[in-house]
């Protein structure tokens, strides 16, 4: 199975088969904008792209931005295409809002963005092979922070997977013996953690992979070379926070997971939030604070006045489907050690030890065979009467908790309070790493739960949406304000998903568009749905939160957005707004 996990047998294993027969009785057909708009610019002519809400075109752009996508996919053609590709979800410029998923402009409207992604081109020029994807991960949380996301390919390379504005083709290799199965990325994207299979000690495993952020082309081995490029550090510093455009990755070394042989998912939270990393003005603290000035380093110790705007610790979160059981990892050693070389000690030493930047396990960062005090603690394991096929944890804010999905359609609530640290982290609390409440109805078969990026309020604890593979539907799933209880909210249901597999929430900013994306496995496309109104921040088409509603159909207030075919079968997709 560890040879087949990026084709229809692996993913089978991991996500269950749909029925093969598409019963589409009592489901409806919701309502479609049709056709879409061609972007006809007053002085500029015809623009790459379509839209669907808002006016005619202007001349001025307005507050322009877009939420993009990675997304992988089973490819028909394993010998043309590589699975992994780059999209815009949604788009707002020039009086229009566009709610299909479609090509980025940037790629001038071709299908070069659909046959490959900047970074998979970059690989190719690069003369890495990449092999088939099998799992994608990507930070989560507040808009402009996770910029890239990490991909894990069959053949153990780990890569970079961007956007026209963060494409750095950066990657690193796992041993031949240690298969990839899932991928994490910590808040601010200091860390990967990668759930591999040992297929020669036959035990499971986490591999931590530190990270470091820098302009996009820039060499993190030539630090004068490096320009401010959205408030990123002026040199590669693996292991602490940046915005997500990866320029450096090393394997630290892997985490035994005791009775886990066989672990398929990971998430992960730090418990932070990344606007803290700005200073009062909306910008970065990194670029403002470089650490060749020793003051500068002191600022972020206790008592400083950048203390509270960095991960203390965290806890990861990982399920194995056939084995029923969850682990619980705490990641405080890990990042109590890197914090301390970063901003304790003297300059010189620090000097010494960023110059020292490479691969081997005595250069910076040290792996855990030369500082096994910063390996991380697997501090819990639990047994499960049905088998969990998606897990999902809080990003930060109010109450810290990990989701479980388990096969009957039942979603498990765990605390995570104390182990998910913020700016100040608590001691565990007496609950922690215990399941605190339950959510029924969720759907047969959860493959996959999603951060409610949209709704209610900015605190990512506060809903999630789970997607049903067998019952081929979405439910937005409300907590309380303790995080112990649910309730299902909202239903998406279409005649059009044939095999639902994966949800994403796109991320809103400045306008809101409320698009909810959905990856149809056996249907080969990705496809949007709109839950709310388009409301547009410039004051243009879309003014008032009543200007442009969703059309319902029936006593559904969702509709159908488009959608984006493959050549090939979409499983995990991953979405950011990104600069």
Known sequence: MAAKLSKDAGIAYRYGSADAAVDNTG????????????????????????????GAPTADAGLYSTSAANLTYVADDPSQRMGVTD??????????????PQLSWTVGGTAAGLMDSFTAASYKRAG?????????GRCSG?????????????NGVIGTAGSNTASTPTTVKLP????????????DSEFALVTVWDTTALKGQVAVVALAGLCPGCDPYSPSSTVNYWYEWGAAYPGLFNVGNIAFMKILGYVDLPGMTAPTEIAVTTGLNQWLTLDINGRGIAWQTPLTSQSNRQSFLPGG??????AKGGVAVVISKSEQKVAFIDLKPLFTYVNSVYFGGDQATFNSRMASLGQADNQWPYTFTQQPSQVPTVVKTV???????AVKTSVYDGASRAWVATQDGTLHIYALDGYANGASPPAPAANALTEVGTVTGIGRNPTSIASSKGEPSGNTQTQVLVNSRTD?????????SNGNSGSIVRTLQDSRLADPIAVEDADNFATMGYVVSVADYAGKALRNYRYGPVVFADGKACATTTSCPVTPTGNVAIEYAGAMPYPGKPFQLKTANVP
Do not use: E
């Open 87 to 100: 999209l815009q979800i949604t788009g707002y410029q020039y009086n229009t809002f566009a709610q299909t």
């Open 383 to 389: 047994s499960l009467a049905q088998r969990p096929t």
């Open 27 to 54: 489901v409806p057909t919701l309502f479609a904008h049709d056709p879409a708009n061609p972007l006809d610019i007053p002085g500029r002519g015809t623009l790459a792209g379509t839209w669907q809400i808002g």
């Open 142 to 154: 507040q808009t402009g922070f996770c910029n890239q996301s990490l991909v894990a390919y069959q």
């Open 128 to 136: 890495v092979v990449t092999g088939d994807p099998v799992a994608m």
């Open 472 to 480: 081929r539907k979405v439910s937005w799933v409300r907590f309380a």
């Open 305 to 310: 006045a950048n203390y509270g705007r960095y």
């Open 176 to 187: 031949a013996n240690k298969v990839p199965t899932g991928i994490a990325m910590t808040n």
